[in-house]
């Protein structure tokens, strides 16, 4: 069945550091990724989404690459700031069935002053 | 001027009560769900309606029984609450039920089994 892994709980660097978080799965080939930011006590919010033929995407100071033949994501978030503390969280549509999306367990990122 | 909202944000009950979690989404969208965030994070599926109508139901017990009354608002009502019910309910909404469209998601409905 398919697995989705983000293999950092928790990520600690510091202030002004590009910080990079993983998104690796197994035993399919989605079309596109998501990618989403929770702050604590808060829902997910949508940051960027790339597709299968795209190999980078960027959005201000944040950059996704989707390898294929990895199959893996990566998020990078240049000039990091404290503010950019929170929990990212990687998505898949499913390999089969109608489920609209599946979320990996995410990863922690502390931007340390 | 919130786009997806749900109330309560925290609901502290005992176990065997039947309670509601309100859902309404001011985005114009066809596609709503409900999300459980357990303990450990995981943010898994519960349901999907399209345009008021069931799509997925996720292996979820059926003490648990979406209600959509249009297709602005799904609430979630649950009954005979046991422990394991404690988690973090997200609803989410999608222009379309497809899933390559961006989720919004409301602030979520801690609930907590005494």
């Known amino acids: 069945s398919q697995k989705i892994e983000q293999n950092s709980e928790a990520l600690n660097i510091q202030e002004g550091k590009t910080a990079t978080l993983t998104c690796n799965y197994t035993?399919?080939?989605?079309?596109?990724l998501q990618w989403y930011r929770q702050d604590p006590g808060r829902g997910p919010v949508f940051l960027l989404l790339?597709?299968?033929?795209?190999k980078e995407k960027r959005k201000e100071r944040l950059k996704v690459t989707f390898d294929t033949t990895l199959k893996q994501s990566l998020f990078h978030i240049t000039a990091s700031q404290p503010a950019d503390s929170a929990t990212y969280l990687c998505?898949?549509?499913?390999?089969?069935?109608?489920?609209?999306?599946?979320f990996g367990k995410g990863t922690r990122l502390s931007v340390i002053a | 001027d919130t786009a997806v909202s749900q109330t309560p944000k925290y609901l502290v009950t005992q176990m065997g009560n039947d309670k509601s979690i309100k859902c309404e989404q001011n985005?114009?969208?066809?596609?709503m769900y409900w999300y459980k965030q357990d303990s450990k994070k995981f943010l898994k599926i519960m349901f999907s309606?399209?345009?008021?109508?069931?799509?997925i139901n996720e292996t979820v017990p059926n003490r648990f029984s979406p209600k959509s009354p249009d297709k602005a608002h799904l609430n979630l009502h649950i009954n005979s609450l046991e422990l394991g019910d404690s988690a973090v309910y997200f609803c989410?909404?999608?222009?379309?039920?497809?899933?390559?469209?961006?989720?919004?998601f409301g602030d979520g409905t801690r609930l907590s089994i005494l």
């Open positions: 035993n399919y080939s989605p079309a596109y």
């Open positions: 790339i597709r299968e033929n795209e």
């Open positions: 989410a909404s999608s222009p379309a039920g497809r899933s390559n469209q961006p989720q919004h």
């Open positions: 309606y399209n345009n008021k109508e069931l799509i």
């Open positions: 985005l114009g969208h066809d596609t």
């Open positions: 998505a898949l549509p499913p390999n089969s069935g109608n489920t609209p999306l599946v």
